[in-house]
């Protein structure tokens, strides 16, 4: 189904700043906290709190943006799509203007050539797993890390679970992060919620069904469905009242939110309850491109752009965090050049410098002080140097430590 362009357009406007209504941000508030520790699998809570000794006593934030352009971005044209990064980050950052993906410019692969520091060519839809073993599962074994320390955070439909852990010997799920889609598991929870609501009458279960369903399709970006509908039903009990206190909010709304809008306050909940040692967030609102519209991937671009800034905020407020968290930003790939055969922004598939190379900025307690690093590097670097940062032994990538980032 093709989303209309008012659908797509009500879905970016209710991430920026200034549009969100009072009662729309409520609702995410109170999904957000919902979600936290609610709708997980059991085994995902494990040692919730406890976190194991060993480590440098280190904390990482990395945060990854799906595909942008430096036109868009970081270039004397894009810099107002990028207020906070540019000029709120950027003055106390090391920036790498030339930080390349020479892997597979898809979703689950650039992402878990990032996480595991190895070019990883397995399923675009990620079906299966990486095939080394991910800085979580590294942590996580060397130095005794609990499951708690280690989260993913993304609004990316074409991620799985399957991001959290490898197929790797020795290594595996046993290891590996907790992996959370707060918008898939907001609309399951509505889902279980309408289902299970005594007092709901059918004309609205029809209407706030087919507002789901839509939401669905709008992040239906690369042809992969969602099956929330057929989720086993894992809501608590002692929760339904709230969730259907939120659902006459959502009805009265009429409208979908932003999946990067909730993914950040999700996060900032991971953050103040399980204070992990290892974040990854990944937002996702630009993939709106591959619909075509340039005036709602720069919209992205900027709710993006905010969130990161956010984030850093709340690295900055919370005393877990606050001088000890060195956290990094950067896109998975770019997007095709304009004029190219693959229609320009809309895709990422091009072997080509606009698709190729991005940009990497990293900021906190490991940035002695700012600076601009001409070096090319690669996406396959950060995790050498990040195993090190949080005190593990080297892992085995084909990346080099970035000599820059160091306590
Ligand atoms: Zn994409």
Known sequence: MEPSPDFVSRVIAGGSEGVVDRSRRDFLRAAAALLVGLNLPKSSLAGGGQHGAGGSGQ??????????RHSETFSPEGLENIPHLSRDLLPQSLFYPNARNEGVTAHFNAISSILTGNWQRVDD??????????????????????????????????????????????YGPVYGANVVFPKQLM????????????????????????ELENMLEAGNYEGLGWTVFDAADR????????????????????????????????????????????????FSDVEVAHFGSYALHVGGIRTGDRLAYQLWQEIEANAEYKGKTTMVVLPEFGRDPDGSTTNGFFNHRG?????????????GAAVSKPQIVERPIRHV??????????????M???GSRLTEIRV
């Open 381 to 394: 670097d950060l995790c050498a140097t990040l195993a090190d940062l949080l005190g593990c032994p080297p």
């Open 396 to 398: 085995e990538s084909q």
């Open 125 to 170: 839809w990620g079906k299966i797993a990486p095939t080394t073993p991910t800085l979580f599962e590294h942590f996580r074994k060397r130095l005794g890390a609990a499951q708690s320390d280690t989260w993913v955070v993304a609004s990316n439909k074409a991620l799985t679970s399957l991001i959290g852990a490898s197929s790797a010997s020795n």
């Open 235 to 282: 809501l608590d009990p002692r929760v339904r009242g709230i969730i259907e206190e939120a659902i006459t909010t959502f009805v009265r709304d009429g409208g979908p939110t932003s999946g990067d809008e909730l993914t950040f306050l999700v996060s900032r909940e991971v953050m103040r309850k399980f204070s992990p040692r290892l974040l990854v967030v990944i």
């Open 187 to 210: 609309v399951a929870a509505v889902a279980n919620a309408l289902r299970a609501g005594r007092s709901r009458n059918m004309a609205d279960r029809a209407k706030i069904e087919s």
């Open 59 to 68: 904390r990482a934030v990395i945060v990854i943006f799906g595909g942008v």
């Open 351 to 363: 072997d080509t410098d606009s698709t190729r190379s991005t940009w990497m900025m990293a900021l």
